[in-house]
């Protein structure tokens, strides 16, 4: 097995002879088989344990002897114990899922801390035959087919190669000590269920089981490589990105073949799922139809759909109380100036007002339109509208809707900041004092 270890490592470049490895070694058999071929192989290792302190006296005699052992080799040794159930309990989060983050989140500070390159786990064949059968069980996509990852950033898995059987079989022949985890027999655990109840009856059928899962998972990796190349293609034809948008054309999605995994490929990274696909889908010929994740919005347009982040705004954003005076706002800066003559040229385009300064009063309130707000605006012969339906008009859409901001002073709406100010705050010939807004992004 020796001989094995170390081609599998040379042959994927797992690592280079000269790095520095931590060994994640929880003194059960696949760990404690790990630990003694990187010794038997002469690498550069230390060992973390965790106590997770989930089983009592078991697992401080683990603890205990992956201790001595890291003494008898004359090895760096770390160890740590975490209150799990505790943090469970605080977090409102599976015992499994807590254990594995506070693991984690160790093994980077250890890797940090103590130079070393990679952090090394002891997932084997089967472990991955059991991660896929689970995936299949609870439905997944290519990415659930392709096992454990030997190799995942700074996690490595240099076991990967070998089966179960194998391992148990190397303990035997060197006589490697090892302590057994009595939750491995626990059908209460989904893994455990397909370990000793699903697989058994699978190598019935194929005795061979792990092996030819060996060559199964090779052939699924290189499918998903060429898989995640074709989205990669796709996502380059018909994907944009502008201010802080996304926006997938419409008509190339619907030409595209496996439009439907397109699309997921596309918006999963932003909160949506499956059935939100299915939902778009029934909806793209709909203009308006909206959909949310928790962080992200779609809608769908007449020849995109857009995908933008949602913005939280409160409803006052700023009071201006004296002028003059420079505004931060979310998107640039609003300049409030007092003009000491009047201007020529009143109609400066949509980012400058000018407003008779005698018809306003302080302080004025920078917020977000709302629902109801009206104004008249200017140029329509002191016509009210509401503001939705002034946006409405201009083909605003509702993306940009929710993030235009009014002026009112008084309580009425003196301009929609960057569109239109009202007409009862025109200047005049008879303004002598104008104020000027000027919104710069």
Request: charged share 25%.
């Amino acid at each position: 097995m020796l001989i094995a270890f170390k081609n599998y490592i040379q042959d994927t470049r797992l690592f280079s002879a000269t790095d520095k490895i931590l060994l994640a070694v929880s003194g059960g058999v696949d760990s404690m088989v790990m630990a003694y071929l990187f010794k038997e192989a002469g690498y550069n290792f230390g060992i973390a344990h965790c106590n997770f302190q989930l089983r009592g006296e078991a697992s401080d005699g683990d603890e205990k002897m992956v201790k001595e052992l890291a003494e008898e080799w004359g090895i760096p040794y770390h160890t740590i114990q975490f209150e799990t159930i505790k943090e469970s309990e605080k977090q409102h989060k599976s015992v499994e899922l807590i254990a594995r983050e506070l693991r984690y989140k160790w093994f980077r500070e250890l890797l940090q801390m103590h130079d070393y390159q990679f952090v090394a786990t002891a997932h084997h064949l089967n472990d991955s035959l059991e991660t896929l059968l689970y995936n299949l069980a609870k439905g997944t996509g290519i990415r659930g087919l392709h096992g454990i990852p030997m190799k995942n950033g700074k996690v490595i898995r240099p076991l990967s190669y070998a089966s179960r059987s194998e391992i148990v079989a190397y303990t035997a022949l060197e006589k490697i000590p090892y302590r057994e985890d009595v939750s491995n027999e626990s059908l209460e655990h989904n893994r455990n269920l397909i370990r000793h109840q699903v697989i058994p009856p699978l190598k019935t059928i194929n005795p061979s089981l792990e092996q030819t899962f060996a060559k199964t998972l090779k052939q699924l990796q290189e499918t998903e490589a060429l898989f995640l190349w074709a989205v990669d293609v796709h996502k380059k034809e018909m994907v944009t990105e502008a201010e802080e948008m996304i926006k997938i054309d419409i008509s190339k999605l619907k030409k595209a073949i496996a439009n439907a995994t397109i699309l997921y490929e596309i918006i999963k990274d932003y909160g949506f799922n499956t059935d939100h696909v299915d939902q778009i889908f029934r909806a793209i010929d709909n203009v308006g139809a909206q959909f949310y994740s928790k962080m992200y919005h779609i809608l769908v347009e007449r020849k995109s759909i857009l995908i933008k982040r949602k913005r939280r705004y409160s409803t006052v954003w700023r009071k201006i109380e004296m002028l003059p005076q420079n505004v931060d706002l979310p998107k640039g800066q609003l300049i409030a100036t007092i003009l000491k003559e009047k201007p020529a040229q009143l109609n400066l385009g949509e980012s400058i007002t000018l407003l008779d300064l005698d018809k306003i009063k302080l302080p004025l309130i920078i917020r977000n339109w709302q629902d109801g707000d009206r104004f008249q605006p200017l140029g329509m012969n002191g016509k009210s509208k509401k503001v939705n339906q002034y946006l409405r008009d201009k083909k605003v859409s509702l993306f940009e809707k929710s993030i235009v901001l009014v002026i009112e002073s008084a309580g009425e709406i003196i301009w929609v900041m960057g569109y239109r100010a009202d007409e009862r705050f025109k200047v005049t010939t008879d303004t002598k004092r104008v104020l000027q807004l000027h919104l710069v992004n």
